[in-house]
């Protein structure tokens, strides 16, 4: 991808390198030298700014934006980005990180949070997961590292090249979008490049109970495998879905990022570690032979063995035409359809394979 070459100096330009290379190992802090700034919003010490990181033009010439706020401490510390809205339907995300950036005391804080309220501003003007333009309709999940190509992809690129610039962590909120809902739960990838044992350690310091550990770069081009390839500890948080939201997700979500700042050490608050977590190291998409009305029978976080039924497919008369049974590996209910009909081949239920209970380590980050 083609960088734009800025005005700063050599001297300046160095120092930036260096930070950036710090921030690879996961714990870049904030420089007096080289304030950050993401589009236009510049970072400015015991406060929190806004602005925007323009990524393209509508095609009325309207900017095509980022919004960002970026909060600062007074001391030095890591840098985390967290980025909401990378699919347009999943509300949610910008609600908490909304929720958590407007909670943050800079003047307490040790380190900078830039957050990304809306990442594909496209698709979430669409009120879809993905960008409706008929040239894109790309999913922003495959569209890493991006390059400036399609519209999604131009996105991607803006993003990466920001977070490898500046940040130390990089932290994506998702939920199932307006029609699924999603047991809670942190993705992450091992890639090599974060020291695996640091990795789980601060997977563990959201909070949340129910861990992916990703070892098969399962979505080679998702934002959360490319910066862990990066060296970039990366975590996708999984919280909710469907319609309407829901108060006790966005409090979920917002609070596992205010716990993974005091796992970063951004934040005080020393969050320990639950007891015990459940990490799962796969998952199985299960869709409908037959179209009809859509029942399920199961619930997001519920636990399931191969064979168990799922859901159910009724045709237009109430008869039962298909009973969805759980495939083999299955162990835990990760994600449901909330949307009572679909057609052949509907995204109806997730499930996460490879499960094992995982006791709380001693391990700190
Ligand atoms: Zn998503």
């Known amino acids: 991808m083609r960088r734009q070459r800025t005005s700063r100096g050599p001297a300046i330009a160095a120092v930036l390198c260096v930070a950036a290379a710090i921030g690879r190992a996961g714990g870049a802090s904030a420089s007096d030298t080289a304030p950050i700034q993401v589009g236009t919003a510049r970072a400015v010490p015991g406060q929190t700014v806004r602005g925007t990181l323009a990524v393209g033009e509508a095609a009325d010439g309207t900017p095509v934006a980022l919004p960002i706020s970026i909060v600062s401490g007074t001391k030095a510390g890591p840098v985390v980005w967290v980025q909401a809205g990378a699919h347009g339907d999943e509300y949610g995300g910008p609600r908490a990180l909304q929720e958590v950036v407007r909670g943050l005391d800079p003047g307490a804080m040790s380190g900078t949070v830039i957050a990304a309220l809306i990442a594909n501003p496209p698709a979430f003007r669409g009120l879809q997961r993905v960008n409706p333009n008929l040239d894109d309709l790309a999913d922003m999940g495959d569209a890493f590292p991006g390059r400036e190509r399609f519209a999604t992809e131009r996105i991607a690129a803006a993003v990466t090249a920001q977070v490898k610039r500046w940040a130390g962590f990089f932290v994506d909120l998702h939920t199932g979008g307006d029609r699924f809902r999603q047991h809670p739960f942190v993705f992450y990838t091992v890639t090599g490049k974060v020291p695996a044992g640091r990795y789980d350690a601060f997977a563990r310091g959201f909070g949340v109970p129910t861990l992916w550990r990703d070892e098969s770069r399962v979505f080679p081009n998702d934002a959360v495998t490319n910066f862990a390839a ?49 990490v799962v190291t796969g998952y199985r998409i299960v869709t409908n032979a037959r179209g ?61 394979t490879g499960l094992s209970e995982s006791p709380a380590t001693t391990d700190r980050p």
Do not use: C, H, K
């Open 292 to 352: 009809g009305f859509f029942e399920a029978l199961v619930r997001p976080g519920d636990r399931v063995a191969e064979g168990a039924p799922l859901g159910r497919i009724f045709d237009p008369w109430g008869e039962v035409v298909e009973t969805m049974t759980a495939p083999a590996g299955s162990r835990i209910v990760l994600g449901v359809s909330t949307y009572p009909a679909a057609p052949t081949g509907g995204w109806l239920f997730e499930v996460g």
């Open 230 to 278: 990066a060296g970039i500890p990366a975590f996708l948080v999984e919280v909710g879905g469907g319609q309407p939201l829901d108060p006790a997700d966005l409090r979920l979500q917002a609070n596992a990022v205010r716990r993974f700042l005091e796992t970063a050490g951004v934040i005080s608050g020393g969050a320990a570690p639950l007891p015990s977590y459940s």
